[in-house]
């Protein structure tokens, strides 16, 4: 079936959000049908937005996880640095996913006692920041 046009996934999603707004919405009488027509839109126009950004956001995902790694590597080669706190960090740079940073907090917080609170905020405000970013970023398309 060549003979039909081929559209990418947030292309497509954003010509049927057109459609349901410009075309759909407007003929729908009643007011009820309406409002879903137009909520559909908006809908479908956010998903759109996520296909559009996704690789640009994976991309981002990972030099974000690279640097919080070489960030967080000189604050925790110290001796004093429990040695799962290490392999927890070594295993975000290898990884470079949710996955490994989970871990990285979880490890956090299993050690904070023999990290001591000021050392611990200060690395669990490292990873919130990076986080934050990522959060901040994502949500673009939302807008």
């Given at each position: 079936?060549?003979?039909?046009?081929?559209?990418?996934?947030?292309?497509?999603?954003?010509?049927?959000?057109?459609?349901?707004?410009?075309?759909?919405?407007?003929?729908?009488?009643?007011?009820?049908?309406?409002t879903q027509a137009?909520?559909?839109?908006?809908?479908?126009?956010?998903?759109?937005?996520?296909?559009?950004?996704?690789?640009?956001?994976?991309?981002?995902?990972?030099?974000?996880?690279?640097?919080?790694?070489?960030?967080?590597?000189?604050?925790?080669?110290?001796?004093?640095?429990?040695?799962?706190?290490?392999?927890?960090?070594?295993?975000?740079?290898?990884?470079?996913?949710?996955?490994?940073?989970?871990?990285?907090?979880?490890?956090?917080?299993?050690?904070?006692?023999?990290?001591?609170?000021?050392?611990?905020?200060?690395?669990?405000?490292?990873?919130?920041?990076?986080?934050?970013?990522?959060?901040?970023?994502?949500?673009?398309?939302?807008?």
């Open positions: 079936m060549a003979d039909y046009i081929k559209f990418a996934p947030d292309e497509l999603l954003e010509r049927l959000a057109r459609t349901l707004k410009k075309e759909i919405g407007p003929a729908v009488e009643e007011a009820y049908p309406k137009f909520m559909a839109a908006v809908v479908l126009q956010k998903l759109a937005g996520q296909l559009r950004l996704a690789d640009e956001h994976a991309a981002a995902r990972r030099r974000d996880l690279q640097e919080l790694a070489e960030e967080l590597d000189p604050l925790t080669v110290s001796q004093d640095t429990p040695p799962s706190l290490r392999a927890a960090v070594n295993t975000v740079r290898q990884d470079l996913d949710t996955a490994s940073v989970s871990d990285l907090i979880e490890t956090l917080y299993a050690t904070r006692s023999e990290l001591g609170e000021e050392r611990f905020a200060d690395l669990i405000g490292r990873v919130r920041t990076r986080l934050r970013a990522r959060i901040d970023r994502e949500m673009v398309y939302a807008a």
